[in-house]
């Protein structure tokens, strides 16, 4: 039995991605982060939404991932479930939040499907995850993978550079993809490694793979929400196609908002409430009143 959502889409599971694969068929995902936006992603169709922790940046003005909360995490992951009806909606692990113990993994994984309506959960890293990933399965929770350019991983890497160029850096990428395949993920997110290489770990494994700066052989592709409308006030790297420019859009109506105000120009009498007719009058006769007794 297939779950139909109100406007008779069906809902898109873990086996719909699957499938998706099977047939060759693109799987889409963006970012979202808040009720307004996620709203409009799941209404345009698209198949999988991420809160991703790249919020630390474009919601909350960190420099980097690293300082994002579980309690941030949760915060945003429930305004978007009150908006996703349709796609397939997975929440990232902020950075520590899986690195201490496997119970506060457990604990911590468990808090986004429970209390935040996650249907997956992501975490970075490759074969040394793999242990965890099946942990996870067991206790219910379904894991999307992260390999390639893992910005948890920022100083260790040392900068946000392309990974996977050599041919040692290679056979760990494919020993990467393969472990967490074979260790249950349901969709893998190749980030920032050479197009080849993405191609190979696609046509290796079993998962989905979900690329970004992984060239156009993955299964599914994502960007981030903020980079493609330009709201990210930062120059974009060289995978990110822009298909709106809300900065300026929202730029130009603050704008004109502030003029109006100081022109007088907003509210018009149209744009207000007035009085019933009759507490109108009323009023008239009481204020010529005053200001008969004030003469
Ligand atoms: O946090 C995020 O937005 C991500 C995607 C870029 C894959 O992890």
């Known amino acids: 039995m297939s779950i139909t959502t109100g406007d008779f889409r069906s809902k898109i599971t873990s086996s719909t991605l699957l499938d998706k694969k099977s047939r060759h068929e693109p799987i889409t995902c963006l970012t979202a982060y808040d009720y307004s936006t996620a709203r409009l992603v799941d209404e345009a169709g698209i198949d999988m939404v991420l809160v991703g922790d790249s919020l630390a940046q474009t919601m909350l003005g960190y420099e980097n991932t690293l300082p994002v909360t579980m309690g941030e995490m949760l915060h945003h992951t429930r305004a978007v479930r ?5 796609a397939f909606l997975v929440a990232d692990m ?5 690195h201490v113990s496997l119970k506060e993994t457990l604990r911590n994984a468990a808090r986004f499907m429970k209390e935040a309506g996650a249907e997956a959960v992501k975490i970075e890293g490759g074969e040394n995850r793999a242990a965890l990933i099946q942990r996870l399965g067991d206790a219910e929770i379904p894991v999307v993978g992260h390999i390639g350019l893992t910005p948890q991983s920022v100083h260790r890497m040392g900068g946000y550079k392309v990974q996977g160029k050599s041919m040692r850096d290679i056979e760990q990428l494919m020993r990467d993809a393969t472990a967490l395949d074979h260790a249950g993920v349901v969709a893998l997110v190749l980030e920032g490694i ?18 970004i700066g992984a060239g156009p052989d993955c299964d599914g592709q994502v960007l981030v929400f903020h980079d493609i409308l330009n709201l990210t006030f930062t120059p974009p790297a060289k995978f990110v196609r822009r298909y709106g420019d809300a900065a300026e859009l929202i730029t130009n109506a603050v704008k004109n908002f502030r003029d109006d105000v100081k022109t007088h120009n907003y509210p018009s009498d149209a744009e207000s409430y007035h009085l019933p007719k ?14 008969a007794v004030r003469k």
């Open 94 to 98: 902020p950075y520590a939040s899986y």
């Open 82 to 86: 009150r908006a996703v009806k349709h």
């Open 194 to 211: 050479p197009r080849e290489v993405a191609a190979m770990i696609t046509s290796e494994i079993e998962a989905p793979t979900i690329g």
């Open 278 to 291: 009759e507490a109108q009058a009323t009023l008239e006769i009481v204020n010529s009143r005053k200001h």
